[in-house]
Every structure is written in structure tokens, then in C-alpha cells.
């Protein structure tokens, strides 16, 4: 299977969209987190590529194996703000995440996604 940098999760090769319904679920974790303190870095498990993850509040999530933390006026590295409610699917760069609450604690939950093999083809086209 190709890695994420060399495929195209939600599209074909030629560009036509494929609805998230062709994602299998293959795991799912629940971290509960606080507002004044970041959950200790955890691993994802060994291949997960593809994530879809929802918050019970706002949150801040970082993958890679440090500790999250509420951003100020720099950049921080690797970390996405999750507002209360919102999905998003994303290929995290690292198999680490740690999470912080914005103001108050929550829940995160962590859906483990692969794409179809029918679906979920290499970059390369392969014509004759």
C-alpha cells in the first residue's frame, strides 16, 4: 500500500471525488484530557495513516511525541485546534498525539481509518 504523501485519500487518480463512506473503520481510542494540563505523549498504532477525530470541547492536539500546549503569539509545531463538535480527517505526520482542552476538559475520540484497497490506488499509473 502506498504511503499517504503518494496517494490521494478522497480521490481517484483522474481527480473523482470519493465520498468518506469508502473509508473502513479499523480502531478507535478515547483519551479523556484537561484545560491546565496536557496529556502525556501516547502512540497511535503501527500504519495509522489516515484519522478522523471529533472533541467533546475545544482542544488543541499535537502529534508528536512531546506534550501539547496552548498556543500564544509562536507557531507550534505539528498541533491542530479541534473545535467542539467538528470532525476532521487528517494523515498525522507522526504516531504520537497528546492533547490539551482550550478552556475547559473533554474527550477526544480517535476513529483509525483505511481506505479501501479498490479504492486507494498508488499514484503511479501503470498503462501499457
Not at 478515547?30 to 503501527?46: E, I, Q, V
Amino acid at each position: 500500500m502506498a504511503s499517504s504523501k503518494q496517494r490521494y485519500p478522497l480521490s481517484t487518480l483522474n481527480g473523482q471525488y470519493i465520498p468518506l463512506d469508502v473509508i473502513r473503520p479499523s480502531g478507535l481510542i478515547k483519551a479523556s484530557y484537561l484545560s491546565a494540563s496536557a496529556t502525556a505523549a501516547a502512540a497511535l498504532p503501527a500504519g495509522a495513516e489516515l484519522l478522523l477525530v471529533r472533541s467533546t470541547t475545544d482542544c488543541f492536539i499535537k502529534f508528536a511525541n512531546s506534550s501539547a500546549t496552548k498556543p500564544t503569539s509562536t507557531v507550534i509545531a505539528d498541533t491542530l485546534y479541534l473545535r467542539r463538535g467538528e470532525i476532521q480527517v487528517i494523515s498525522p505526520m507522526n504516531l504520537f498525539y497528546s492533547v490539551i482542552g482550550d478552556t475547559v476538559n473533554g474527550d477526544l475520540f480517535i476513529q483509525i481509518l483505511e481506505t479501501w484497497m479498490t479504492l486507494s490506488l498508488d499514484v503511479t499509473n501503470r498503462g501499457k
